[in-house]
């Protein structure tokens, strides 16, 4: 018979593939899970530019607070200076926080203001350095000439792309070889540095920066996204801060106090909190201590969900790639991991200059976030 290059015989019982009993599955320990990419879900669109931007806005505001420590006499003391004199216009009805004396604004100039206190029968109280004001509303008087216009300036947001990367090469020899749990070496290789890319990418929308210096990137320096972490200033709390919640340890006081600012101070919705596996515990042991079992009980349950409170319904989003010592509390309306236009993960097969074939995963993607004052953060919790 002619070589044809073909197997057209069987070798007998002697091969190792008919002796050895392996089973036809690999299993993988290590973790992959993407909980907050899963959380947020596929974007609505795509990036067209490596820097992507977005616009955002605010009212004009209705808060302020006091900047003088002149203080004498609150029947007499009818002028103060506040921090941003611009907010205030005559004819504002102003108040103290936590105070229940009305003023009325009847002159601004620059940061001062000259008030009537004791406004609409109410008692005059002490005035105190960085006391919060609240502008209740404005009276116009009748008949009176426009006000000068007030506006805000819309803002101009932006995050850069990454690009994610990981190579693909498998020898001729792997190719036509029977393996052992897997039909292609080739697609199994795609699927675990796919796997690993996915993973990357999540660690860094959490905790990813951009460099200080040309963060737009070049041939010397490497294009990064800024994560999550790095994203939020406003509202930043920390164990030991004036008027946070005391102790290290998260606990459900803390939990609800920066719902509250985020609430008083934003109309950002938190639907998701992010914690690592040690915060997870904490939050579960909330409600540890008013469990009841009955008699009959025989499974024990110490899990928490979803927190529900007069701020908002919110999921419980444990991933392993979060500092422990940290919490996030997010609006995920106003978050979207997005591709460049065309550049989602995919692969690239690249010329073989030998017996193997080869091919490059490519993934070009960024965070967009939105208003961070929307979105809070706490740090330097108890780890053990």
């Keep these: 018979m002619a070589f044809t290059g073909k197997a057209t015989y069987s070798a007998g019982a002697t091969l190792p593939e008919l002796t050895e009993d392996v089973a036809d599955l690999v299993g993988i320990v290590s973790p992959y899970e993407t909980p907050l990419l899963d959380a947020l879900g596929d974007p609505l669109r795509e990036a067209t530019s490596t820097h992507h931007e977005w616009l955002e806005d605010e009212l004009l505001p209705n808060k302020d607070a006091v900047n003088d420590s002149t203080f004498t006499d609150p029947d007499v003391d009818t002028q103060f200076v506040v921090d941003n004199g611009s907010r205030f216009r005559a004819g504002d009805q102003i108040q103290i926080e936590g105070s229940r004396e009305l003023m009325l604004v009847s002159g601004v100039s620059t940061n001062t203001l000259t008030v009537i206190r004791g406004y609409a029968g109410t008692m005059a109280e002490n005035l ?27 803002r101009r947001c932006g995050n850069y792309t990454q690009i994610f990367t990981a190579t693909v090469e498998v020898s001729g020899t792997d190719v036509a070889a029977r393996q052992l749990g897997l039909a292609d070496e080739m697609d199994y290789q795609k699927q675990e540095r796919l796997r690993e890319l996915i993973r990357d ?92 079992y009955a008699a009959g009980d025989t499974k024990f349950t110490d899990l928490v969900n979803v927190y529900e409170s007069d701020f908002g319904v919110c999921r419980i989003v444990t991933t392993r790639w979060l500092p422990q010592d940290t919490v996030l509390l997010l609006d995920s309306s106003r978050i979207a991991v997005l591709p460049l236009a065309g550049r989602s993960f995919h692969f690239k097969p690249l010329a073989s200059a030998g017996d193997y074939e080869c091919g490059e995963l490519i993934g070009e993607y960024t965070m967009e976030l939105k208003n961070e004052a929307a979105h809070g953060i706490i740090r330097g919790l108890s780890v053990s």
Aim: proline fraction near 3%.
């Design 128 to 154: 105190a350095d960085n006391q919060a004001i609240n502008i209740l509303g404005n009276a116009a008087l009748e008949g009176d000439d426009k006000p000068g216009v007030r506006f805000t300036n819309r």
């Design 201 to 292: 990418m999540e660690n860094t929308v959490i905790n990813g920066g951009q460099p200080a210096s040309s963060p737009q990137g070049g041939d010397m320096v490497r294009r990064t996204m800024k994560g999550v972490v790095q994203h939020l200033a406003t509202n930043v709390f920390r164990t030991g801060d004036s008027g946070f919640p005391s102790g290290a340890d998260l606990d459900e006081a803390k939990i609800n106090y920066v719902l509250r600012k985020i609430w008083a101070g934003s109309n950002g919705n938190i639907d998701l909190i992010v914690v690592g596996g040690f915060q997870k515990r904490k939050i579960n042991s909330f409600v540890s201590a008013s469990r009841s």
